[in-house]
């Protein structure tokens, strides 16, 4: 029994540093990420004690004549 909570104990503690995400100066360029990919950046758009979570977008196919298929990067503010 013992073992067994230290064990948990030990992967929680290991768990911890790798649920964090590194926060970029600057966003990413145009097409550097993918559509579900999603960065944090440090930014004046956002109030303080916030960051602007940034989700890619894709391209239309070029055989698409219809704008629908594309979707344009997201940004919105989100707190620390």
Request: net charge positive; proline share 8%.
């Amino acid at each position: 029994m013992r073992s067994l909570i230290v064990a948990i104990a030990a992967s929680v503690w290991l768990a911890a540093p790798a649920a964090a995400q590194t926060i970029l100066k600057e966003e990413p360029a145009q097409g550097a990420l993918r559509y579900p990919q999603t960065v944090l950046v440090e930014s004046r758009r956002c109030p303080a004690g916030h960051v602007m979570e940034v989700t890619g977008g894709r391209m239309p196919s070029r055989d698409s004549r219809s704008t629908d298929a594309a979707r344009s990067r997201s940004r919105r503010c989100v707190p620390r």
